[in-house]
């Protein structure tokens, strides 16, 4: 399972996000806790802050290693501050197909956009899939792709549906974008399990989607995941666990004041300063995480000193 870490609020050092909380995705990437496969397929994060020379484009910085052996960890994070950020570790197959490069780690950044991309999932059979999907991508996208990942070719396909960068417009390309893949999957007769589970990020934003299809390729998919979690590792059933399972969101203030730890002091939504967007619950206490449940998408906007926020079910 790949992990996503997403950022807005006050800026604020970068090494307070990524490696002294004692659950940090650098830790998880060598000790994880609740997928228990280490990450070593490679990792990367994108910054932006207000005191960087270009505050509106991101500072990308990606490496084919595991982020715990990573040894400009300790001489570049604790150089930088951030007020958006998104950070990924990639867990691959362990196998000589897959491909280890800079240009294969997320996040992914193209120009002509605001926005970059990092995924915890997979799009299966996407190399066939583009008989049907390369008609509906735009050229100015395509020729940026740079890598040999499902999560880039979805960034090129996405941006091309997109009309517009409003909550609403990106959530109308999301959906569009699902319903292509559902259909050349139909066409092509590729019918597969396909986890999205994407942080799509702009400064001062997070667009989070938790959306997928079933083995067959159905987009009404239901079930227990806890309950599936408990099934044989290599089993449909396990599979369909990790599809059905929740992404998470943790909204507050007063974070530097928690050493060592995501946690935040709870406050009402209207007062809230910074939030974090992840893969999983990094504190003690899950409750006090918000579940964007599969089939949702969460929109989450620094406005002034304040975050909003919007859950919305998608239309598909």
């Known amino acids: 399972m790949c992990r996503v870490l997403a950022y807005v609020g006050p800026e604020l050092p970068l090494a307070s996000l990524l490696m002294e909380p004692e659950n940090s995705l650098i830790n998880q990437s060598l000790d994880p806790e609740r997928h228990p496969h280490l990450q070593l397929a490679g990792w990367g994060f994108a910054a932006y802050g207000e005191h960087m020379c270009k505050p509106e484009t991101p500072l990308i910085y990606r490496r084919p290693t595991a982020a715990f052996h990573d040894d400009n960890v300790p001489g570049v994070i604790p150089s930088l501050q951030a007020s958006t950020m998104l950070a990924h570790v990639r867990a691959a197959a362990?196998?000589?197909?897959t491909v280890l490069t800079d240009e294969n780690c997320h996040p992914f950044s193209f120009t002509d956009t605001p926005w970059i991309i990092a995924q915890n999932g997979n799009l299966a059979n996407w190399q066939l899939l583009q008989r049907e999907l390369l008609k509906h991508c735009k050229d100015k996208y395509l020729k940026q792709m740079k890598g040999t990942t499902d999560t880039?070719?979805?960034?090129v396909l996405l941006l091309s549906l997109l009309k517009g960068n409003s909550d609403?417009?990106?959530?109308?390309?999301?959906?569009?974008?699902?319903?292509?893949?559902?259909?050349?999957?139909?066409?092509?007769d590729l019918g597969a399990l396909n986890k999205l589970k994407i942080a799509l990020v702009a400064p001062n934003r997070i667009i989070g989607v938790n959306c997928g299809t079933?083995?067959?390729?159905?987009?009404?998919?239901k079930g227990d995941w806890k309950a599936l979690r408990k099934s044989d590792p290599d089993s449909d059933d396990y599979a369909l666990s990790m599809l059905l399972e929740p992404m998470y969101l943790l909204t507050g203030r007063n974070y530097l004041k928690h050493k060592k730890s995501y946690e935040v002091d709870a406050c009402p939504d209207a007062e809230a300063t910074s939030a974090i967007f992840a893969s999983e619950a990094l504190t003690e206490k899950d409750e006090e995480w918000q579940r964007i449940e599969f089939g949702e998408l969460v929109a989450v906007e620094r406005k002034g000193e304040t975050i909003t926020k919007r859950v919305k079910q998608m239309n598909l």
């Not at 362990?94 to 197909?97: D, L, Q």
């Not at 880039?152 to 960034?155: A, D, K, P």
């Not at 417009?169 to 259909?183: D, H, N, P, S």
Request: proline share 0%.
């Open 168 to 188: 609403d417009e990106v959530q109308e390309g999301f959906e569009t974008m699902l319903k292509l893949i559902v259909q050349a999957m139909k066409t092509l």
């Open 152 to 155: 880039e070719f979805l960034y």
């Open 214 to 221: 079933g083995h067959k390729g159905e987009l009404d998919v």
């Open 94 to 97: 362990y196998n000589s197909k």
